[in-house]
Structure formats: structure tokens, C-alpha cells
């Protein structure tokens, strides 16, 4: 499993960072798109990420700087596929409610037909996620007497109250949910989860009692009981060591205020959370929604992050590369350097901090077994 930084920038592109888009590419080569701002898909082209691979994509809320780019994408994603064959091909997508309308009438006002199907999710915000200005805009977020031919279908997707989420997807070996975000309109972090995967198989118990490998090997490590030719019954959990906990990751969405996330689990693998803006300009960043260095080290802390990616950086700090000694002080350094030393005052030893730049690549290798 892979993470991908297509664009790392806040607001706007510039000239050495794209705005908000990232892909989680899983071990199978599936793609999974998070955000996709204005020139997303140029930024795909300068990856190693393949547009045909990409099933699932989703906006974590409907700011231009994470949906722009969209409408285009969609209609890349079907050049060079055989039209024919792409026609039982889905994509998903998922957003808070109007991402429906934002597509159908992009693809319908533009006449782009799309040459495979599309399932959108749209996640219905609580009342408190809306802002005190939201009816000054006189504008219906519903869908009413539009459709696109290539939609298969549509769904909505309500909060939770029990698991304290929206319950996004279960299957294919994952668990995809939505946690709420504080922001000027509704925004979603998305954490995704793999199922964990059976332990080691005790090759040698199984040896001692005559069992060579063969076809028992694979049903005991699928959890089946097996009955012998005498009788004798292999109960899985006495030839299986503890089950491998699966990979866990957070894509976060612009937020002054991630606390929920802390409701929906424990234990990340990697966090990837904004720091628009360094510490000193707190208030500027809250008041437009936004997080510091060290709001986003305690967010880390509080879900227990192995790994704490920076990204959604403001245009003014420039990319740590493209610096030296002699003016790194107006680079993106500043804030990984503010998150690491807030991590170290709250005594977090656990978190490793990174920021990301577009096409940094992460990998997240599996967990070990345990004996």
C-alpha cells in the first residue's frame, strides 16, 4: 500500500505545488483518489499513477481547491479504454450532499459523456456542521430533475450516531468511514482500514501429527474447522497464531477542529492532516477553518499516529526542496520543524513526522506477524 501527494498546496496552484489531491494505491494496483483540485489529473500524468486503475475517489468537502479538477478527470479516465468492455466498469465516488449535482450538471452542461458507469455517496451533514452563513446562499445542494445516462446508481449516507461516523464501505478486504471535520461548510476526514488477516499457520504442530502441507494447510489458515479421516476435528485457533491487524489511514480534509477522528479509532498508521499555516498565525488559521503544525501533532497524538504527514500548505511557505540553507526559513520546513517540536513537549515518542510535497511517495508495509 502506497500514499502519492498529486498536490500538496492550499487555495491555489502555483508554479512548484498542486492543490489538494492524493492517492492511496493499494497492494492489487487499485487506485483510490483523495481530493481533486484544479490540474489533478496533469499531476497524474507526472506520476507513477495509472488513470485507468482508479476505482474510487472521494471529496472531502466541496471547497473549488478540492473538486475542480473532477469533471476532468472523469472524462481523462476513459481515454485509450475499449468502450465495449469499460461499459461494466464502475467508478465510485464519494462527498458530502451536492457532490451529485456538482458532476451532473459539470458532464451535462459540457455534453461529456462518460464510457463507464458511475455509483455517487453522498453523506448527509449533521445540522451542526453548517455554518452560521450557510442560507445567505440562496443555492439547493439536492438534485431534482437531472440525471446522467452513466450513472448506475446513487445513494445517501447518513450519520451514525452508534459508531459516530458515516459508514462509507465494507468490502474488498477494507472498511472505508467518514469522520466529521470543523470547517466553513461541511467537511469529512475519510479513515481507511484493511481487515486483519489470519496469523502464522503452525507449520510444525501440524508436522508432529502426520499433516504434511497440502489443502488442510489452506483451510485451517481461512479459519475452517477440519474434520480427519479419523474423526478427528483441527480447530483453526489451535494452529494459528493472533490475527495481523491491518494497515489503518486517515486522509483529513481542511479543519481547524479533527476531535471526532479520535471517535471512529485508535492506533493509525498514518495520519495525513493540513498545516495550512506555522503556529504563530493560529488565528488566522482558525478563523478560516484551518490547522497549525502543532494542532495537527496533538490530532496524532490523540489517534496514536505512527506517522504524521503535513500537507495543504499554505502558497506562501515554498517546497523544502527547492530551498537551501540560506532561505529555508521561507520554506515548508518551518512547519514539520514546529509539529516535530510539538510532538517532543508533549512527550509523544511514538509519532514520526513528514511533510509532503507533490509526488512524495509513502509506503505503508504490512505489520508483521506475531509469534
Known sequence: MKLVFLGSASCYPTPTRGVSCTALQLDNGEVWIFDCGEGSQIQIQKSCIKPGKITRIFITHLHGDHLFGLPGLLCTMGNGQ???????????????????????????????????KIIIHE????????????????????????????????????????????????????????????????????????????????TEKLEEIGIRPGPIYGKLKARQKVTLDSGDVLEPDEYLGPAVPGRSVAILGDTCDSSELAKCLKDLDVLVHEATMENKMREKCVEFGHSTPAMAAEVAHSVRAETLILFHVSPRYRPVSSCDETNKHESADILLSEAVAHLREINNTRTNALIAEDFTEFSIPRHNHKT
Not at 465510485?92 to 459539470?106: A, F
Request: glycine share 6%.
Open 82 to 116: 475499449d468502450p465495449e468492455k469499460s461499459q461494466n466498469n464502475v467508478v465510485h465516488l464519494y462527498g458530502p450532499l451536492g457532490l451529485r449535482k456538482y458532476v451532473t450538471t459539470s458532464l451535462s452542461l459540457s455534453r461529456s459523456p462518460l464510457i463507464y
Open 123 to 202: 453523506m448527509i451533514p449533521r445540522p451542526d456542521q453548517f455554518p452560521d452563513d450557510w442560507k445567505n446562499w440562496d443555492f439547493d445542494h439536492e438534485l431534482t430533475d437531472l440525471s446522467l445516462p452513466q450513472e448506475k446508481s446513487h445513494s445517501r449516507v447518513s450519520f451514525d450516531e452508534d459508531k459516530g461516523c458515516w459508514p462509507l464501505l465494507q468490502e474488498a478486504g477494507f472498511t472505508v468511514v467518514a469522520a466529521a471535520l470543523r470547517h466553513r461548510i461541511p467537511s469529512y476526514g475519510f479513515v481507511i482500514t484493511e481487515k486483519s488477516s489470519p496469523g502464522r499457520l503452525n
